[in-house]
Each structure stands twice: as C-alpha cells, then as structure tokens.
C-alpha cells in the first residue's frame, strides 16, 4: 500500500533553533499534502495544505513566517518551523493525499517536537 | 465551515463485546467523504473505515461497520467482537470536496478490558 515517510521521528532541540520535517511520499505522487498539529489526547489540528509547484494554504491562525512549508517536488513537503520556542513543542503529522477526495489521506508516522 | 462532534470522550467495552462510537457532523456540501481513523498509543494513524455519502448502503470491513444516516448527519462506528489491540483513540473525519480538506473531531479514547 501506499506509505508516507515522515523524518524525523523526534528531535530534541534549544529555543531560537529553526527546524525542518520531511514528509515523503514513497511510492506515489502526491500533488496535496496536508500538515497538522496535534497536542496530547487532542484531536488534529489542520496547519495547512501544501500543494506541488504552488504556496501553501495556511489555517487562520497559523503563523505563514513562523510555519514555513515548501512542496518542491511530487513526493516531498517540508515544515520548516522557525526560531522554535518551548510553546512550538508538539507532535507535528504530515499526509498526502493519494488520487481524489475519495481516497483516504496517508498519514506519516509524525515528528515529537520537543523545545527545551 | 464544516464541524465533526464525537461526543464521547472515552468508551469502555469488554473484550468480545460490541461497542458503539457516535459521531456527528455539520455540512452544506452534498458530496463529502467520510472516515474513521484509530491512533494507537504509537500515535500512528489507521484507516478503520470509510464511507461515500453518495452510497446508501453503509460500509463494513471485517468486524467494523459503520451506521450511516445521512439525513441526520450521523455516521457511528460499530466494533463487533472487540479485541484487545481495538484499544484506541478513534477519530471521525470529514472530506469536503470543495474544501480538499479534512476536518477531524475531538476523538474517542477505547479502552477494551479483558
């Protein structure tokens, strides 16, 4: 089946340092990917809608400079999260988005973002 | 915008048994995806199931079936013969085609006791 390969797992790092989550699709080509936050025992949070070739669609709310998404290829999203602080610290969860709207979304394992 | 209500935060059910998660969804839209997602403690997350809202007839996989009503905007999960690894957080989902987005709900944590 279609797999989604998110990187990295987890990362550990200091406040001011920007980090970037890969989301990679690994045997298709996904033109929409999606990218969402999720806190403990909540539910996800949709961030924004990347898509190939184009500028993300960000939520209101979400910061466009502090979030910054690239999808520069058919099988790749990158979340770049900038100047990082403790309050950024979350479980972030790409998915891409196999054919049409009647397809399920193929979600990647997700990245723990912890701020320290 | 469209809104997904679970509205039970946890459910218990005791191994073998069958339980019912409930969900709820608010839309304007008349062609709309709908699915249901289980994340693990490993977080990862497990398509369960998925539903067209153009078909009447309400989709099965294997010991999950879901009751579809359309009108009501209701689309509830049955779990027949539960099993220890159903133990999860079940989120109900919602896909707008005009959107091209999802919209979760709060999600239902499973316990199945043995």
């Known amino acids: 089946g279609a797999v989604v390969s998110q990187h990295p797992s987890w990362v550990i790092c200091k406040s001011g340092t920007s980090v970037k989550i890969e989301c990679r699709s690994l045997d298709f080509q996904a033109t929409t990917m999606f990218w969402y936050r999720q806190f403990p025992k909540q539910s996800l949070m949709l961030m924004a809608t990347?898509?190939?070739?184009?500028?993300?669609?960000?939520e209101q709310g979400v910061e466009k400079d502090k979030f910054l998404i690239n999808h520069a290829s058919l099988t790749l999203s990158t979340l770049t999260v900038t100047s990082a602080h403790p309050e950024d610290s979350s479980f972030y969860i790409c998915?891409?988005?196999?054919?049409?709207?009647?397809?399920?979304?193929?979600f990647g394992d997700g990245t723990r973002l912890s701020i320290l | 915008a469209q809104t997904v209500t679970q509205s039970q935060p946890e459910m218990s059910v005791q191994e073998a048994e069958t339980v019912t998660l409930s969900c709820t969804y608010d839309?304007?839209?008349?062609?709309?995806?709908l699915f249901w997602y289980k994340q693990p403690p490993s977080r990862q997350m497990i398509l369960v199931i998925r539903?067209?809202?153009?078909?009447?007839q309400n989709a099965t996989e294997n010991r999950f079936s879901v009751n579809f009503q359309k009108a009501a905007k209701s689309f509830s999960l049955k779990i027949s013969d539960s099993q220890l690894g159903d133990a999860a957080m079940y989120f109900c989902a919602y896909f707008g085609t005009n959107a091209g987005k999802s919209t979760f709900g709060d999600g239902t944590t499973l316990t199945v006791k043995p």
């Open positions: 839309t304007s839209e008349s062609d709309y995806y």
């Open positions: 998915s891409a988005l196999l054919g049409g709207p009647n397809q399920p979304q193929h």
């Open positions: 990347s898509n190939e070739g184009s500028k993300a669609t960000y």
């Open positions: 539903q067209e809202a153009y078909k009447q």
